[in-house]
């Protein structure tokens, strides 16, 4: 265990340690790119034990049929991130 979670007192709070990362991603049919922020939370005790981590994209896919903000979950870092990627992966971005 880290030193960090020592820091929690009430559970209520429900306080993580959040883990950013960087995906690139080139947006079809044009010569451009579009960048996605994830952050990825560490929950010190999730309301669900499998939910450990959680992870969500800082921009939405699909905006011009029904909007999606990318995210995934589970009992580690791994999963959670690819879970995100694979969301952010399944539907085009179509922009602003």
């Known amino acids: 265990m880290t030193e960090w979670k020592f820091a ?8 993580a340690q959040i883990h950013y990362f960087s995906m690139v991603q080139n947006i079809p ?9 994830i952050s990825v939370k560490e929950y010190v005790n999730p309301e669900d034990p ?3 981590f959680f992870a969500s994209a800082d921009k939405k896919t699909n905006q011009g049929t029904l909007p999606f903000t ?5 009992n580690s870092l791994l999963k959670a991130l690819s879970e995100c990627m694979r969301a952010i992966r399944r539907f085009p971005y179509e922009g602003e």
């Open 29 to 37: 049919g044009t010569d451009r790119q579009v960048e996605f922020i």
């Open 70 to 74: 990318p995210c995934g979950w589970g």
């Open 50 to 52: 499998a939910m450990v």
């Open 8 to 15: 929690h007192a009430e559970k209520a709070e429900r306080f």
